[in-house]
């Protein structure tokens, strides 16, 4: 079974939270990610937010100046995350059963449960795409019981794949 760290992003983005969102905006597109965990320098650089594309798109339709907003006022938070060690289905349920593309990812043996990477529906799409070439290589060389019972993982498989891609949309 995949755990989350099998398939995360330890390139993690990481800037305080009196930033404005232009200057993360830039960031983002500098360094190619779609989101920018936020932390607090008053509170050691602990991670206090997420701040995602979405979150900067949403705030300038309302008519907000990207360049006086700063992060703290628009990220998302309290954060969700998973730990490292946890399969990669069950961050797929908690992104399903939130409603959010991104996850940061702890690691439960490091100090004060540090975040040390993050982990999105795209990785979840990139683990579901290996896992179902996977089964219908295995549902190809196996007898009908075995078949069927292949074709069932499948079909979560595929049901979970249908309920991440809504995410996106």
Request: aromatic letters at 4%.
């Amino acid at each position: 079974m995949s755990s989350v760290q099998d398939y995360m992003n330890a390139r993690m983005v990481m800037r305080d939270s009196k930033a404005s969102v232009l200057e993360l905006a830039k960031v983002m597109v500098d360094w190619n990610v779609s989101s920018i965990a936020i932390a607090d320098e008053e509170q050691n650089n602990k991670v206090i937010g997420i701040l995602t594309e979405r979150d900067i798109v949403k705030s300038i339709s309302k008519g907000a100046s990207p360049d006086s907003i700063t992060a703290g006022s628009l990220m998302s938070s309290p954060i969700l995350s998973i730990r490292k060690d946890q399969p990669i289905e069950e961050a797929a349920l908690i992104m399903i059963r939130n409603k959010v593309r991104h996850l940061l990812v702890e690691d439960p043996a490091a100090h004060n449960r540090a975040i040390i990477g993050i982990i999105t529906t795209t990785d979840l799409a990139r683990y579901l795409k290996k896992r179902m070439k996977e089964t219908s290589i295995t549902a190809a060389s196996r007898e009908d019981e075995k078949e069927q019972q292949q074709q069932q993982q499948q079909s979560s498989s595929e049901l979970l794949l249908s309920e991440v891609w809504e995410l996106y949309f």
